[in-house]
């Protein structure tokens, strides 16, 4: 990714965390996905199937891991937004907790699966994570503690008590009625007699009479004030505990019945994602592509030299005709390394230098005075080959000859062949 793409993603992220600490829902899922994407995105979205190391690690490798302060830093704030958005929850310190180990779980396998970032996914890199997460959980701990008004938490107006229910009263008894017998029947015979009242069947009375198998209780003199003081603090104080942890209890199971539906959705949503990334983690690896260095073809020979060309060759040429003016004889040419004709006599040898010389590989033109004699010897020849050649022969020039005198009068004109020779 180019430095602008960085700057402009990181300028995202910080404005949906603020936001996402402000209060607002949309932001927290927003920053959660691009952040996760901010790993393939490095590499094109190039990416393979991680293989995270699972070794716990040792107190000295905890303690080094401890170092890493910018994770602890990322998460400690990624704890306190996720504090915030779980505001309405009276466990919110657990869900924000979960929600931040989930992230950086997922943290690590993207970087595993990318080989950005620290480039591994070891269950190690979890101990900054967790410790930010748990280092943000106290000092938002201490502030609400302090403050007594906890950022962002949602004030609820609290419900009205339900009105005590009265105490069973006891149940007044009422004194049984005697049963009296009926007055026997008076009067004269054939008047009219009322029935007698019916009888009362209600209990009586039931004299308490102590059970045979019953002990006779006594009074057990006290024993010292302080350790029963002691027992009696002790006892109370485990009671309290226990009314504390029913209470504590009977709120939480409260708080579940009636968000049961968010708790199974999360706690499928967490199965489904632990599920997920068991199934990554129980993939095998990809073998490693082992390519075949190819064979570096075989270096090209050298390209040949180039062969000398004739007119760079130190020798001397013969004539195939050697003419004969003012009694000296023209016995032979010679261009490298200095360009002069050689005339001989009876005993003698001649070297005439050709102050007018232009030699090419094609050709050949040369101007040189015998001033000794009075004549001007002009050579102007070609070359049939180019390159150098041993043969003896061969003739490897062909030129026109023409000597002339001092008055311009021509002496000789003829076109010869010469033979090359090595250097003597």
């Known amino acids: 990714m180019s430095p602008l793409a960085v700057r402009v993603g990181a300028g995202v992220l910080a404005l949906l965390a603020l936001l996402a600490l402000r209060g607002k829902r949309w932001a927290y899922p927003a920053f959660v996905v691009l952040g996760l994407l901010y790993f393939p995105a490095q590499t094109h979205f190039h990416v393979h199937v991680p293989k995270c190391e699972q070794l716990l690690p040792t107190m000295k490798v905890l303690v080094l891991s401890l170092h890493n302060y910018a994770y602890l830093a990322l998460f400690a704030g990624f704890y306190w937004m996720s504090w915030v958005q779980f505001g309405r929850s009276d466990a919110r310190a657990v869900w924000a907790l979960l929600a931040t180990l989930l992230v950086g779980a997922l943290v690590e396998i993207a970087e595993g699966m990318t080989m950005t970032g620290r480039g591994h996914c070891r269950l190690r890199d979890l101990v900054p994570d967790a410790a930010g997460a748990l280092g ?130 999360g706690v499928s949503l967490l199965a489904l994602v632990g599920a997920g990334a068991l199934v990554i983690l129980r ?38 005709y050697k003419f004969a003016v003012s009694d000296r004889r023209f016995t032979r040419l010679t261009l490298r390394p200095q360009p002069f004709v050689t005339f001989a006599r009876t005993g003698t040898r ?65 076109r010869e062949s010469f033979y090359w020779h090595a250097p003597d």
């Not at 075949?292 to 390209?303: D, K, V």
């Not at 050949?364 to 080959?385: A, K, Y």
């Open 283 to 320: 993939l095998p690896a990809p073998a490693p592509v082992v390519t075949q260095p190819t064979e570096a073809p075989p270096p090209e020979p050298p390209p040949t030299p180039p062969r000398p060309l004739q007119a760079e060759a130190e020798g001397y040429y013969e004539p195939s």
């Open 136 to 265: 943000a959980a106290l000092l938002l701990a201490v502030w609400s503690r302090l403050t007594r008004k906890p950022g962002y938490v949602r004030l609820v107006r609290p419900h009205a008590a339900a009105a005590p229910r009265p105490a069973p009263t006891a149940r007044a008894v009422v004194p049984p009625r005697g049963v009296v017998p009926p007055p026997p029947s008076r009067g004269l015979p054939g008047l009219y007699v009322p029935p007698p009242s019916p009888p009362d069947f209600s209990p009586g009375p039931r004299p308490v009479t102590p059970a045979a198998d019953m002990a006779p209780t006594h009074e057990v003199a006290p024993r010292e004030g302080g350790a029963i003081a002691a027992r009696a603090a002790v006892v109370q104080r485990l009671q309290a505990i226990l009314r504390r942890l029913k209470e504590m209890f009977q709120r939480l199971w409260m708080t579940i019945r009636r968000r049961r539906r968010t708790v199974v959705v």
């Open 350 to 414: 001649d070297e005439v230098g050709c102050a007018d010389a232009r030699i090419s590989p094609a050709a050949v033109h040369l101007r040189c005075e015998f001033e000794r004699v009075g004549i001007m010897v002009t050579i102007e020849g070609q070359f049939p080959s180019r390159s150098v050649t041993s043969r003896l022969d061969a003739p490897v020039l062909n030129a026109l000859v023409t000597v002339t005198n001092t008055r311009g009068e021509t002496l000789f004109s003829a």
